[in-house]
């Protein structure tokens, strides 16, 4: 009932920047709570960034001040801008979307920080 995409994953060196998007699609008529979560190889999934309706964000406190994350209601899309990118922050970055309590989510897009 509920698809979710994320896109804009790839290789980029240290000090680069990368925009992820993320799409919804499906029974979807009104969003909530959404936000990003990346997984390391070797590591646990973690919470990124997130975004309320009203456009509330948080972070990360190793992600403050080089990332930054959006939504558009209309389009059901969210987005992650990140620069200053570090080696750390290679990861699989996954998208979530939240509809009625229920939290769905993307196959996730890699993110290759390196030189």
């Known amino acids: 009932q509920v698809q979710v995409v994320e896109s804009g994953g790839g290789l980029v060196q240290p000090g680069g920047s990368l925009r992820l998007s993320c799409t919804a699609s499906g029974s979807i008529f009104s969003l909530e709570p959404m936000g990003w979560y990346r997984q390391a190889p070797g590591k646990e999934r973690e919470f990124v960034a997130g975004?309320?309706?009203?456009?509330?964000?948080n972070y990360l406190d190793s992600v403050k001040g080089r990332f930054t994350i959006s939504r558009d209601n209309d389009k059901k899309t969210l987005a992650l801008q990140m620069n200053s990118l570090k080696p750390e922050d290679t990861a699989v970055y996954y998208c979530?979307?939240?509809?009625?309590?229920?939290?769905?989510w993307g196959k996730g897009t890699l993110v290759t920080v390196s030189s």
């Open positions: 979530r979307i939240t509809v009625s309590a229920i939290g769905y």
């Open positions: 975004i309320t309706n009203g456009g509330r964000a």
